[in-house]
């Protein structure tokens, strides 16, 4: 049964370490294992996990309600684009990357924006195999050189 530290114990650790105390002597008073001490503390000295910007090369969202407006008036990918100040292959990709010129929602495309720059990603054979591919590549998966002497044989 796994015990989790309460935020007294956690102060107590944080002040005992920075007055110098070694984390043996920190477990022992606590009546703790030394694991226990010594997980809390490299979380404690890690730092936080940056916020997530998007480069500005990417499209925002008000480029994408710009583009989701350009549609409803019925205007070209080459006029949105040059509203946008964007090249019209990008506008085009945008556009046919969500949902067409009938379908494309700014907040939906944006939403997948975010969700598809996330990071780590699963390697595409990953995904292919845990989907039950049967061993057939599908376009875009990566073929590595133990997949081509299997499938010679």
Do not use: H
Request: proline residues 4%; positive net charge; charged residues 30%.
């Amino acid at each position: 049964m796994m015990v989790r530290l309460s935020e007294s114990e956690k102060s107590f650790i944080a002040q005992r370490f920075r007055a110098g105390a070694p984390v043996r002597g920190i477990a022992r008073e606590m009546g703790r294992p030394v694991r226990t001490v010594r997980t809390f503390l490299e979380r404690l000295r890690e730092s936080p996990r940056q916020v997530r910007a998007r480069s500005p090369r990417q499209l925002s969202l008000v480029e994408r309600e710009e583009i989701s407006r350009g549609l409803v008036e019925g205007c070209s990918l080459r006029v949105i684009a040059s509203r946008l100040g964007r090249e019209p292959s990008t506008v085009c990709r945008e556009v046919n990357r969500n949902g067409g010129r009938r379908g494309y929602r700014a907040a939906a495309a944006e939403d997948r924006a975010w969700a598809c720059g996330r990071r780590p990603k699963t390697a595409r054979l990953a995904c292919a195999k845990a989907s039950g591919g049967g061993g057939r590549q599908t376009e875009g998966a990566v073929v590595t050189a133990a997949d081509r002497t299997v499938a010679a044989d």
